[in-house]
């Protein structure tokens, strides 16, 4: 009996001889962290809970994985690897860095932990106008008025909602306003007229809606008027009906004629038989005609120029003869 206990004995101490340390890369864990975008080199990510020190040469830790250039280690501190250089942006890196951190003792890997940091945003960009959005637009004058003419369009690279505001001292404002602060659609406030302005210029400020800084940028827009076909023609010389109004009285032409003038054009006074179009933007032709007094033929008219030609010489024994017709001029409307 007493050579089994010594037995028993031999064995359990062989037993006790034979157990392993614990491993110096136990105690750690996984490590899901935030820090805030553009922090700075040397910022404090997280410390690491296992039990060895890497000082000690006993073990060593070892960063892989996508983000791992963007983490160094200080002894068991995990700290941000930035630089002035190179700055933590979320808008370029996305909100998650993601790296694996590997515990060797005796070049043995122990344990490896996942190391996730979330990027938390700042509003460090402003927002832009997309460039194809703010280029001259021609719209016509006859647009009616209340009706959207034109959208812009913003974008935030920090995702911001942005508000459209139309600059109260720029030259045009009153002719537009913006529908809701959101939408970008410039509507028409009152009507056009080519006639008076062949150009309007309005600044656009697009600016964070949900932010504190509330970061703003301004664009020129131009918008071109076209013109259409709301004016009759009139003849000249015109001398306006009232000063201001673009309305023009007829005026008489006058010419002397004898008798031995035959299919000769007449020259008048005080000028030539000529009209213009009221629309002076889309230039449409003109078609004159005599509407009475031609004397069955004696005065014909060229339907493009104008030009009256007497055909017939007058009668000698009528003296002291006026004639006198009346001329009309129209647009030729394109088909
Ligand atoms: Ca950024
Ligand atoms: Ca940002
Ligand atoms: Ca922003
Ligand atoms: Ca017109």
Redesign the pocket.
Known sequence: MLRCKMLLWQLALRLSYHVVPASLCLGGSDIFVSIRENSPMGQFISNLSIRGEPRDNTIRLCLTGDSADWFYLEGRTIRLNASASRVLDREVLGSVLIAELTCFQDDVIQSRFRIVVEILNENDNRPNFLQETIQPFSIS?LTAVNSVVFSVKAVDADGDMISYIIDQSSRDADFFRIDLPNSGNLVLNKPL???SRTELQVILWAQEANTVEKFNTSAVLIVNIE?????YPHFLPCTPVSPGLPVCMNPTYTTNITQRHQDAVLEFSPGPIRAED?????NTPLIYSILSGADQGRFEINNRTGEIRITRAVNNRRRETNFTLSVMVTTLLPV
Not at 227 to 231: K, S
Not at 278 to 282: E, L, Q, T
């Open positions: 004058e007229d080519y006639e013109d259409r076909d709301d004016l009221g629309d002076r933007g889309i």
